[in-house]
């Protein structure tokens, strides 16, 4: 029990820390915070769209493609001599080049998306960064508004310009979703897959097993072959040996064809066939003959 409350009370302590972190405010200057509402209209009329002059209707115009052309590819002279042009006239201070054309290249995103601002919501809203401020405007489009965050270091310099749209309770839901159903989708087709491997492992022994039968088979025949091929030449020799030897006693073999045929009681030696003649020590034919 006391483990458990420790561990709620560690929880709400927590919470209240990021409670506190979230309640910080930045300390400007009033003259800051016109500088940094100066700035950022200053920004929006660079990057953004181009303001109408005092005394118009007051509609905000889309660049032109040419325009966005032009802005990101300056020269390293132009590209110096607008911001000292920014900095004695607007007191704008960028840090460098690649943060502008950074800028222009995430509002042209936004832009796609969202469309182009029309207006402009009164305020700013400041939140503090690891090395300065951020102040963030939000614009106003056709589809839904977008806010534009300027991030600022210590010497007012500004580092960072990015467009974040600023989507509904139920498009956060909706992207939430599909998040979600993602992530599933990819965890489940992920096991599947592990699934399906881990099941062919049972196909792939059947497969070994059916392949050393077939290589046992093989090597039997192979082995059977061997041996009837040996016992064929084993034969083959013998009968070769047989007839050889016969061939050498040709007169012996048809005396003891006539002997056995007479022995027999037949007149014809045909029928008879001498294979091979062996010599015996036994005497068992003498009492025959007696």
């Known amino acids: 029990m006391k483990k458990i409350i420790t561990l709620i009370c560690c929880v709400l302590f927590s919470m209240l820390l990021l409670t506190g972190c979230a309640a910080q405010e930045v300390n400007l200057e009033d003259a800051e915070k016109q500088q940094v509402e100066y700035n950022v209209n200053s920004l929006i009329s660079l990057i953004v769209v181009e303001l109408p002059d005092e005394g118009a209707d ?60 029309t207006g402009l919501v009164e305020g700013l809203s400041y939140a503090p960064s690891e090395d300065g401020f951020t102040a963030t405007a939000t614009l106003v489009t056709d589809v839904r508004n977008v806010e534009m965050v300027v991030l600022y270091d210590e010497d007012m310099y500004i580092t960072s310009v990015s467009f974040n749209p600023v989507y509904t309770v139920g498009e956060n839901m909706e992207r939430a979703a599909l998040n979600t159903l993602l992530g599933m989708g990819t965890v489940f087709a992920i096991l599947i897959l592990i699934m399906l491997i881990i099941s062919s492992f049972s196909l792939i022994a059947k497969f070994e097993k059916a392949a050393a039968k077939r290589k046992e088979k093989k090597a039997a025949k192979k082995a059977a072959k061997a041996t009837g091929d040996a016992v064929d030449n084993t034969i083959a020799q013998i009968i070769e040996k047989e007839e050889t030897e016969l061939a050498d006693d040709l007169e012996l073999v048809a005396v003891i064809s006539a002997a056995i045929a007479a022995y027999e009681g037949s007149t014809s030696t045909e029928g008879f066939v001498v294979r091979s003649i062996k010599k015996s020590n036994k005497r068992s034919w003498k009492s025959t003959l007696n």
């Open 58 to 117: 007051g509609t905000w115009t889309a660049y032109s493609e040419a325009d966005r052309e032009a802005q990101l590819n300056l020269s390293e002279e132009l590209w110096d001599e607008m911001q000292t042009k920014w900095k004695k006239e607007n007191n704008l201070k960028i840090e460098s080049q690649g943060v502008y054309e950074s800028a222009i290249t995430s509002y042209l995103s936004s832009e796609a998306e969202n469309g182009t601002p």
